[in-house]
């Protein structure tokens, strides 16, 4: 039996466009629009898209780093989105994030000790029990205790990155969000990078969201894929089959857009399709379906209604083509 540690409906992050001599709204950008998801403890679920889909927002929500404009974040039952700081205090070291660039999410005016034991502060717990947990992660994480005295610009990227994974597990949480943790590395270090968050993962049964724009990354470490455009979700299903079968013309262009496919991968994709035209702004959002601007299969009911999310097979797809 699985346990479904979190549950996301309908979750919308809207945020207002100001204009004028009197800074009034005159806008809204929709970068989360109606977001429905569920994942299960232990286990990885993938967001991926272009830069602008929203991805990044939802995992801030969900870390409370954003309040959402509606919809709930159910985490263990409780809805997250609907607390207060202070009664959302308990559950803060039960969801941590990792962000992109380790340089700027380090303060590098203190030592790596110090930043380590940041989220244990709280707690009441004796300074040589966390001094002897934040040693352990460094273990854990590859480093060596020495790192403990030093600086972040004495680091290499690699090691910065992990020490940002050290510093959000160090308070035992139940939920990492991911945010493009390998995007600012090398090729050879991200591979170190994902084969570390493996390892944390199977040791401490932690659940992930990762969230990137390479699918084929996301592949490999997630088990559920969410496929967003412009704040909306275009396609959602188990990894695999998102792959082998991909159902929505822009998860496919995501697909055919990776130059390391080799012949049989490619193969799979029932077309390859190479967008054309501009991304729609997001303070002007088109009446029907937002890819429709793109896509090689638009209708002319793409550009009167937008097209629900349906099932069809394993995963659920945003377009009318089915």
């Given at each position: 039996m699985t346990d479904t540690m979190l549950e996301v409906q309908g979750l919308s992050m809207h945020f207002p466009v100001l204009g004028g001599i009197l800074h009034q709204k005159v806008g809204e950008i929709k970068a989360v629009d109606s977001?429905?998801?569920?994942?299960?403890?232990?286990?990885?679920?993938?967001?991926?898209?272009?830069?602008?889909?929203?991805?990044?927002t939802?995992?801030?929500?969900?870390?409370?780093?954003?309040?959402?404009?509606?919809?709930?974040?159910?985490?263990?039952?409780?809805?997250?989105?609907?607390?207060?700081?202070?009664?959302?205090?308990?559950?803060?070291?039960?969801?941590?994030?990792?962000?992109?660039?380790?340089?700027?999410s380090l303060n590098s005016r203190r030592r790596i000790g110090d930043l380590l034991l940041d989220p244990l502060r709280p707690n009441k717990i004796p300074m040589r029990e966390k001094r002897r947990r934040a040693l352990e992660l460094l273990e854990l994480v590859g480093l060596?205790?020495?790192?403990?005295?030093?600086?972040?610009?004495?680091?290499?990227?690699?090691?910065?990155?992990?020490?940002?994974?050290?510093k959000a597990v160090i308070s035992n949480p139940e939920l990492v969000i991911l945010d493009e943790p390998t995007s600012a590395l090398d090729v050879s270090i991200q591979a170190q990078i994902i084969e570390l968050?493996?390892?944390?993962?199977?040791?401490?049964?932690?659940?992930?969201?990762?969230?990137?724009?390479?699918?084929?990354?996301?592949?490999n470490v997630a088990q559920e894929v969410l496929v967003m455009y412009l704040g909306r979700v275009m396609e959602k299903g188990p990894a695999d089959v998102i792959f082998t079968s991909p159902k929505h013309p822009y998860t496919i262009?995501?697909?055919?857009?990776?130059?390391?496919?080799?012949?049989?991968?490619?193969?799979?994709?029932?077309?390859?399709?190479?967008?054309?035209?501009?991304?729609?702004?997001?303070?002007?959002?088109?009446?029907?379906?937002?890819?429709?601007?793109?896509?090689?299969?638009?209708?002319?009911?793409?550009?009167?209604?937008?097209?629900?999310?349906?099932e069809v097979g394993q995963q659920s797809v945003r377009c009318w083509l089915y």
């Open positions: 977001v429905d998801f569920s994942l299960d403890s232990g286990k990885t679920l993938g967001i991926v898209g272009e830069s602008g889909c929203g991805k990044t939802v995992g801030k929500a969900i870390a409370r780093l954003l309040l959402p404009t509606s919809g709930s974040i159910r985490f263990h039952g409780v809805d997250i989105a609907k607390l207060s700081d202070r009664t959302f205090k308990p559950f803060r070291g039960k969801i941590q994030m990792v962000f992109q660039d380790p340089s700027s060596s205790g020495d790192n403990y005295y030093r600086y972040p610009h004495m680091l290499s990227g690699g090691q910065k990155q992990r020490i940002g994974i050290a968050l493996q390892q944390i993962q199977n040791e401490l049964q932690i659940a992930y969201i990762f969230i990137s724009h390479n699918i084929i990354l996301v592949r262009a995501l697909l055919s857009s990776i130059p390391t496919l080799t012949d049989e991968e490619a193969s799979l994709l029932p077309t390859k399709i190479h967008l054309a035209g501009e991304t729609p702004p997001a303070t002007k959002l088109p009446v029907g379906c937002r890819f429709a601007a793109r896509c090689p299969f638009r209708m002319v009911k793409c550009d009167q209604t937008e097209p629900p999310l349906v």
